[in-house]
């Protein structure tokens, strides 16, 4: 059993495990009292994080635009299978992304298949910040309500965390695919002095703009899977290969 402070050292092929002073059953034996103190424990840190906040400091709907507008133009096949409109609703302002026309604007009224309902001061963080990925930068805080018409749309979320060239190219490149459309990018790519097939075996990442070199290595710095330069296997999963060459 291990709990939060047990300190495990593997050495010569033995493990020498240590627990924190206390009750080391608590966690488990006393989960309500447990998470309570833990509550209190970070209460002030995260009081003195919170305060850091920033806030709104002007219109979100325009800002917003400026940043997606050219991304959502990057993407059309993305675009066609979120197939609806979504509102995003914070404080007193509602902006509506049409993903058709590709637009991010004030909404009128128009029919939506999603809503999100955000923070100011957490939308007004993630803009500031430039956040590329929301998934992680908002949406793991769970401080947000949302809802949908119709069953869950993965190419709504892969837009919310592609919001960067590189991430929404990457993404419009998957929606092609699960779509049934051709692709037209090389099989394979130069990296370095080496010939590699042009997709990462992971989550298909374009390594022509998220490869590289480390090493002995070829890193996916999309989600830092790594594969060995002598022979193509995955050292992060056990069941991935890339085709890799050395370019003669």
């Not at 447990?34 to 003195?48: G, H, M, P, T, V």
């Not at 404080?91 to 993903?99: L, N, P, R």
């Not at 956040?131 to 992680?136: G, I, K, Q, T």
């Not at 998957?174 to 130069?190: V, Y």
Request: glycine share 6%; with cysteine; proline share 5%.
């Amino acid at each position: 059993m291990n709990v939060p402070g047990t300190t495990i050292v593997a050495r010569a092929g033995e493990l020498q495990v240590s627990h924190p002073q206390g009750d080391t059953a608590a966690p488990f034996s006393k989960k309500r009292e447990y998470l309570r103190q833990y509550q209190a424990d970070w209460a002030e840190w995260l009081a003195s994080y919170k305060s850091t906040w920033p806030m709104k400091s002007g219109a979100f709907q325009p800002r917003l635009a400026a940043w997606w507008q050219p991304l959502l133009l990057r993407a059309p096949s993305l675009r066609s299978g979120v197939g609806g409109n979504c509102l995003i609703v914070a404080g007193d302002e509602q902006i509506v992304v049409d993903f058709a026309r590709a637009e991010v604007r004030p909404f009128a009224g128009e029919v939506v298949r999603y809503r999100f309902e955000l923070p100011e001061r957490i939308l007004e963080t993630v803009l500031v910040d430039h956040a590329v990925d929301w998934s992680n930068s908002l949406f793991l805080s769970c401080r947000f309500r949302a809802w949908r018409e119709g069953p869950f749309n993965e190419y709504l979320y892969n837009f919310l965390k592609s919001l960067s060239v590189e991430r929404i190219d990457r993404a419009e490149a998957e929606a092609r695919r699960r779509l049934g459309e051709s692709e037209t990018p090389s099989d394979e790519i130069a990296l370095g002095q080496f010939t590699v097939e042009r997709y990462c075996p992971h989550r298909k990442a374009d390594l022509s703009v998220f490869g590289k070199i480390e090493g002995d290595e070829v890193v996916c710095t999309l989600h830092g899977w790594r594969f060995r330069t002598s022979d193509g296997r995955c050292v992060t999963a056990d069941d991935r290969r890339l085709q890799i060459r050395r370019t003669t």
